[in-house]
């Protein structure tokens, strides 16, 4: 059991690392190229990325129709929902207040975990934690939690709909998709996601021949291609089958803190004096949730052995 629970915590703490860099990838690649299109060249090469490991690993893919609407849900929900209303809001938003609204996804999956999957309760500890993590981010952000017209409110409206959809995506994935290989659902999510993006794309961004195509653009879509969809898709659904979906998606809750330090490191950004506080308290609600778990063990164990 240690064994088991020290495997999934350095999963934890390598997709809060990937998702964290993500951050500063999307920055410098929306120099170049406009949101959706931005979004979708990343998806695409990922779905090609995974279609030759399918292939090369001889993965089955979901076979029945029951497993293939469950991917085709879960995947409309988390790429064509989710990526899209954060690419989008982010034109009439700052990227601080944006991350504070992601950081509901814990919500999300807290009350939506409750009714999907019988095991994870609601409890006192849980919902502090979760309303800790969040205050955090909202402590390092302070200086960008501001709305200034109504495209600005609605742009706000519409990530909390894209956290909503993450959440739910999530607990349906750890619900009903456990006998799916990570890889072959990923996959399906995207074929399935995809194209709703790229119609979009098209219609609003334009003839994708036209766009910036830099170097250091083709860089960025690499690295998110790679890292931030196949690797940390491919990592979180097998997480997310081993722990708690609130637990997993705490993950949320850290990457924003890790984005701005990261982002100090490496753009020479700088370094909002309240980060510390609202690192402290990010910290704490992780805390709470890890000592819930191991407070629990030993009476687990008792019950065990009586």
Known sequence: MPKLLSANALVWLILAFIWSTTRIFIKIGLGDLPPIAFSSARFILSAAILFAVIKMQRIALPKTSKEWRLVALTGVLQFSINYSCVFWSEQYITSGLAAV???????????????FLPDERITLQKILAILLGIAGVAVIFVDQLRIENWLAFIGCVVVVIGAYAAAQSSVLTKAKASNIHPAAFVFGQMLCGLPLIIVYSLIAEGNPLTYHWSW???????????????IAFWLYYWLLHRVESTKAMMISLVTPLLAVVIGAVTLGESLPAQTYLGGVMIVGSIALIVFRRRRLEPQMNTDQHG
Not at 220 to 229: N, R
């Open 216 to 230: 250091t653009a083709l860089g960025c879509i690499v690295y998110l291609a790679v890292f931030g969809s196949v």
């Open 101 to 115: 609204l992601q950081a509901t996804i814990p919500v999300f999956g807290l009350a939506i975990g409750w009714m």
